[in-house]
Nanobody
């Protein structure tokens, strides 16, 4: 069973930056995609960003231009650089990984809180 361990969450003022990391217990080279969802209280979980096996990213509209997702296959890690954070970015952020032949893996979640 692959484990995904997230880090980098915390409390930051609006306009600040955080970098989330998600490290897998095994190689991520063959994974179709890895990315991040987030869930704020009372809201559904929503896709924030994904990076595909070829390195191409996709972003939710509200984070375009502010967030950057990247993957380091050598470190088995995916990063989410979050700049110009807004109050509405406050949520629990969940890392996920899509292997080729099995179900999606999920991390345990990391809290991001943006204060005014």
């Amino acid at each position: 069973q692959v484990q995904l361990v997230e880090s980098g969450g915390g409390l930051v003022q609006a306009g600040g930056s955080l970098r989330l990391s998600c490290t897998a217990s095994g190689s991520i080279f063959a994974y179709k995609g890895m990315g991040w969802y987030r869930q704020a209280p009372g809201n559904q979980r929503e896709l924030v960003a994904e990076v595909r096996r070829d390195g191409s990213p996709i972003y939710e509209d509200s984070v375009k231009g502010r967030f950057t997702i990247s993957r380091d296959n050598g470190q088995n890690t995916v990063y989410l650089q979050m700049n110009n954070l807004k109050l509405e970015d406050t949520a629990v952020y969940y890392c996920y990984a899509d292997p080729l032949r099995s179900a999606r893996y999920w991390g345990q979640g990391t809290q991001v809180t943006v204060s005014s």
